[in-house]
């Protein structure tokens, strides 16, 4: 059991979080760089560029240079084993950056120097702040023309509500940025622009008093600039508490370059130190009292985060992401899938970098672990050891803002095309409907940003040989009807026009609604109708 300990003491679980264009995707490759994972840097470039970010690895990320699907990275570094959760940035996939944001134990917020909080930022650091995890913030494009760090500082705490603590303070930006200050260490980090990350940079101790040495390092007029600066920051700033930190009211603060490498060693370090091992989760088994499971318990437990077809085109195979959350997972061990109710191995067990995968005998609290599914896993299940008796609250679903009508074009493939949606559809991206008394080969698309459209337009064509047509309806709501079936029929529901009533693939009977209004005429028009929203999957 000490064994187990220390090798769960030793991860570290974490998202990278961001509004697009930030960097994010930049910032998780120079990780990945310092750490051996790869051996050069492939930033996100034009369609003319045969490199790409490790990170993106679906075909239309590559085309297109942004993320569309959370990616799993693991690798070591400085003794400690890292599982890094690289999220999507744009604003149509926060459903799969949310879900992911479950298996995290902490987040790396990344944000532009020129921009500050951007919208997509904002809405993430609410889910990070509701789980109450340790945020980490990176400000990057140090190098170019930023906003004033004060302002940037003041923003942070205004519209997040949580304190900040600068670790390192920038000398300058732009053309005139020098490098960075840090405080605690008193020491300066020199930029150099042609440094790229092909040595290890090491601060120069300096006495900010130190007229002379600092004068020799940044010039009289950046120094004067830097002495105020801390000045102000000693006597107004939070003090440092790490106890606030890892619980997720105190977030300290670096700048840097993520494109040129400046600063981001120095943020891993010291980000590895202040972040916490695995975290407890709470169990919600209907057998027995509410409670917390350790990360150090002796039985193995995980839930399923991200579900993802076609990793492998020569297979078409489809992983079950699960994040372990106690004890040590063996392959070949027998485990019980709680909602199934049935026994379970495990099939072909990976640790993932994207996509390429590497078959694995062990795994410890705290890891991203892949396994092959059969079809047989849902967003939010729990697996755990026989005879222990938890299970993981469920994963909250977005509901879909965003309708469309979907008809496949040739029907000699129809089985392709119901196979490809039901896929993507288990995997959370999207939803499917039904119009009751309707085959597969017309369904009715939802999804929470209206760019999913275009990913399962190409990845149904190019995954699946599956073209169709769509239409684009003016639906933005949808509601479970709570009724029994055999109490109040749905076909005899009095609507307007544009309702339509579906149903799910579990059968379930919803509404879908134009706006408030005619859910407020359905409820009228139908006494005892008993409508809920479409949030909680279990």
Not at 185 to 190: E, G, K, N, Q
Not at 197 to 205: D, H, Q, T, V
Not at 260 to 279: D, H, I, K, W
Not at 513 to 520: L, N, R
């Amino acid at each position: 059991m000490a064994d187990i300990r220390n090798h769960i003491e030793k991860r570290r679980t974490f998202a990278i979080i961001s509004h697009p264009d930030a960097g994010k995707t930049t910032l998780t490759e120079k990780f990945l760089l310092y750490g051996g994972a790869i051996q050069s840097a492939g930033a996100v470039k034009g369609k003319s560029s045969d490199r790409h970010a490790t990170s993106d690895w679906m075909e239309i990320e590559k085309k297109r240079g942004i993320s569309v699907t959370s990616s799993v990275l693991q690798f070591e570094y400085e003794g400690y084993h890292i599982n890094i959760l690289d999220t999507p940035g744009h604003q149509d996939f926060s459903e799969d950056t949310y879900r992911t944001l479950m298996a995290a134990d902490s987040a790396v917020m990344v944000i532009d120097g020129a921009k500050g909080i951007e919208p997509q930022t904002r809405k993430l650091f609410k889910v990070c702040a509701m789980r109450h995890i340790p945020i980490f913030t990176f400000i990057n494009k140090m190098d170019r023309e930023t906003r004033d760090p004060f302002d940037l500082i003041d923003e942070l705490e205004k519209e997040f509500g949580i304190g900040t603590y600068p670790m390192n303070w920038p000398i300058g930006c732009g053309v005139d940025f020098k490098g960075v200050y840090e405080r605690d260490r008193h020491s300066i980090l020199a930029y150099d622009e042609f440094h790229a990350g092909r040595k290890r940079l090491k601060g120069i101790e300096c006495d900010i008093n130190d007229t002379e040495q600092m004068d020799s390092l940044i010039g009289p007029y950046a120094r004067e600039a830097l002495t105020e600066q801390i000045e102000l920051l000693d006597g107004a700033c939070f003090d440092f508490d790490i106890e606030k930190v890892r619980c997720g009211k105190l977030s300290p603060v670096f700048f840097g370059s993520a494109l040129n490498n400046f600063g981001v060693e120095a943020f891993l370090e010291r980000f590895l130190q202040m972040t916490s091992a695995p975290l407890s989760h709470m169990s919600i088994h209907p057998a027995v009292e509410p409670a917390e499971i350790s990360p150090f318990e002796d039985h193995f437990s995980a839930f399923v985060f991200k579900i993802q077809a076609n990793m492998n085109k020569a297979h078409r195979d489809r992983i079950a992401f699960m994040r372990i959350c106690s004890g040590q997972f063996e392959r070949g061990e027998e485990y019980f899938h709680v909602q199934a109710g049935k026994p379970v191995k495990l099939s072909q067990p990976q640790q993932m970098m994207a996509q390429e995968r590497e078959i694995i005998e062990t795994a410890y609290a705290g890891d991203i672990i892949g396994v092959f599914d059969p079809g047989i896993f849902s967003i939010g299940d729990t697996i755990c050891a026989k005879g222990a008796k938890i299970q993981y609250a469920g994963i909250p679903t977005f509901a879909p803002e965003h309708f469309a009508v979907v008809e496949q074009i040739d029907s000699m493939k129809r089985k392709q095309f119901a196979k490809g949606m039901t896929q993507i559809a288990q995997e959370g991206a999207i939803q499917i409907f039904f119009e009751p008394n309707t085959g597969m080969e017309r369904v009715i698309v939802g999804v929470v940003g209206v760019l999913q459209f275009d990913v399962l337009q190409f990845r149904m064509e190019s995954e699946y040989g599956v073209k169709y047509y769509k239409k684009d309806t003016p639906h933005q709501l949808i509601r479970y009807i709570d009724n029994d079936p055999e109490e109040l029929n749905p076909a005899s529901l009095r609507l307007m026009q544009n309702t339509k009533w579906v149903q799910d693939v579990k059968g379930r009977n919803l509404l879908v609604f134009v706006g408030d209004y005619e859910i407020d005429f359905a409820l009228d028009k139908n006494p005892g109708l008993k409508l809920s929203e479409f949030e909680q999957n279990m």
